[in-house]
């Protein structure tokens, strides 16, 4: 089916390591989003690209970042993982910004970082 | 930036019961979305809305795009187990990182059979 396709979908890092979580979509959309989920929260967005090979700060950046591999693929680097990026990252992807048909999410990755 | 207040935070119903639950802004939108989230799962566009005082349905599901432009409005009629999950409301812009959906921190909703 088509969609966004999130890995892994569960890792457990001790504080310090690095990680990169992968994202891919296969409905030729322009625009692709990180998001976090963290309980009574809701989803902030940390980081976004609007097109291929560019990539913006969202609301959380901090100790993050991104890479727009292609149009299909765009992935988020914690470099040094701390505790409190804990949390349910959700990759998201629309047509173009301000696209009337919503955001296509991924199923997630669930993060610990011990 | 723009921010949503989403409310209630929870909602614990029998099953058979209406919802209603709402999101507000203090700036106005072009756009309002409503997505659900099951457990593990992300969230699913319900319904969107594209105009002020519009009222669409997806079935036991309505939602109406306020006509101030600075809120929303979501009811599930007769709720059965399967409505159980995550309800986030969404407002959107046009142009640049106005496009990008603003969400509210959502409204968790548990049925009880």
């Known amino acids: 089916n088509a969609g966004v396709t999130q890995t892994p979908k569960f890792q457990v890092l001790k504080t310090g390591q690095s990680m990169t979580l992968q994202c891919a979509q296969d409905m030729n959309h322009n625009s692709m989003y990180w998001y976090r989920q963290d309980p009574g929260m809701g989803l902030r967005l940390i980081y976004y690209s609007a097109s291929e090979g560019t990539t913006d700060k969202g609301e959380v950046p901090n100790g993050y970042n991104v890479s727009r591999l292609n149009k299909r693929e765009f992935s988020l680097r914690l470099e040094s993982a701390a505790p409190s990026q804990t949390s349910v990252y959700f990759c998201?992807?629309?047509?173009?910004?301000?696209?009337?048909?919503?955001?296509?999410f991924g199923s997630g990755t669930r993060l610990t970082v011990v | 930036g723009q921010q949503l207040n989403q409310s209630p935070q929870s909602m614990f119903i029998q099953e058979g019961e209406d919802v209603s639950m709402n999101c507000t802004s203090s700036s106005i939108f072009n756009t309002w979305l409503w997505y659900k989230q099951e457990p593990g799962e992300g969230p699913v566009l319900l319904i969107a809305?594209?105009?002020?005082?519009e009222l669409t349905s997806n079935g036991r599901l309505t939602a109406q795009f306020g006509i101030t432009r600075k809120d929303s409005f979501l009811n599930i009629s007769a709720s059965i187990p399967s409505d159980v999950g995550i309800y986030f409301c969404a407002g959107q812009n046009y142009g640049g990182s106005q496009g990008n959906l603003i969400f509210g921190k959502g409204t968790k909703l548990s049925v009880k059979p």
């Open positions: 998201a992807s629309s047509a173009g910004q301000g696209s009337l048909r919503g955001y296509t």
């Open positions: 809305l594209y105009k002020a005082g």
